[in-house]
């Protein structure tokens, strides 16, 4: 109905091609346009001003000699100004795009290690970016955005490096770990140490306090009876302590069987050799 009465619609965001007996005439902006196609003209083909997406999935090597496919994300749209250009000029937009593409990546992707590839990809994404901003603007097109969306190693590659950070977040668990264990030991040590220390300061007290009672046993039973000497009294004590001795080995319950010789005369010897004992040890620590 539209072309028997010489009009033609055209649709928002989109403009139409007009010619006039095959030769481009003008460009049909949105809304109803008269179309005299008696006297030759008529619409060549419209034109989307809409921002299009173009996927683009590119092979490369990296510096390292490893095979990656880089996903790029290209965002582009005619502009109306240059839209003769964008309809007359190319006739596959979406493969000049993706020629574009494939030679930005495969010229900077070459040049950085795979680890790099990764860093830089935002460095990648403008180049693209430009390159096609410069090569497309010619024909009448606007580069909106370019993401590089994904970057795909070859699957032994990707375990290979799982592998390689597990194996350096282990190895720092294991210093971890080992660290933790040296500061037990080292705070293990210094409480042993500790103990030590005071459980000697403990015996030396608990010695000086025997001796201070012998002392003062000595110098009362002298005292009380008169004719006694030190030997006397610490024959006596020896005895003592001789009989609490066996009382307490014969108490136990989990004591084992001791032999020892048993009787008055072991009791004389067993003072001798203490006392002779005793006087070495003075006699070595004044010399």
């Known amino acids: 109905m539209g072309n028997l009465l010489c009009c033609v619609q055209v649709d928002q965001s989109t403009v139409a091609i007009k010619e006039t007996f095959g030769k481009f005439e003008e460009v049909l902006e949105p809304g109803c346009h008269f179309l005299p196609w008696c006297l030759g003209s008529q619409v060549a083909g419209y034109l989307s001003l809409r921002v299009q997406q173009l996927d683009v999935r590119c092979e490369t090597k990296t510096k390292d000699n490893v095979f990656v496919n880089v996903v790029a994300s290209i965002q582009y749209r005619a502009l109306a100004n240059k839209a003769n250009d964008a309809y007359y000029k190319l006739s596959n937009t979406r493969s000049q795009i993706q020629a574009y593409v494939f030679d930005v990546i495969r010229a900077s992707v070459p040049k950085l290690l795979l680890d790099d590839v990764f860093e830089q990809k935002n460095d990648i994404a403008k180049a693209v970016e430009e390159e096609l901003e410069k090569a497309m603007s010619a024909y009448g097109y606007e580069i909106v955005q370019t993401l590089i969306v994904d970057i795909e ?76 000497t030190a030997k006397d009294v610490m ?41 002779d004992g005793l006087l070495q040890g003075s006699s070595a620590n004044l010399s």
Do not use: C, W
Request: no cysteine; glycine share 8%; net charge neutral.
């Open 153 to 228: 190693p070859d699957e032994h590659v990707k375990r290979a490096m799982n592998e390689i950070n597990a194996a350096a977040r282990m190895r720092l668990a294991a210093n971890e770990k080992a660290e933790a264990e040296k500061i037990l030991q080292i705070k293990r040590a210094e409480g042993e140490a500790e103990s030590k220390y005071l459980s000697g300061l403990g015996i030396a007290r608990q010695r000086q306090a025997i001796v201070d009672g012998l002392r003062d046993s000595v110098l009362g039973f002298a005292v009380n009876v008169p004719g006694t």
């Open 235 to 275: 024959d006596m004590v020896l005895v003592t302590q001789y009989f609490d001795t066996m009382k307490e080995i014969g108490a136990s319950s989990k004591s084992s069987a001791v032999f020892i010789p048993h009787g008055p005369g072991a009791v004389r010897d067993v003072a001798t050799q203490i006392r």
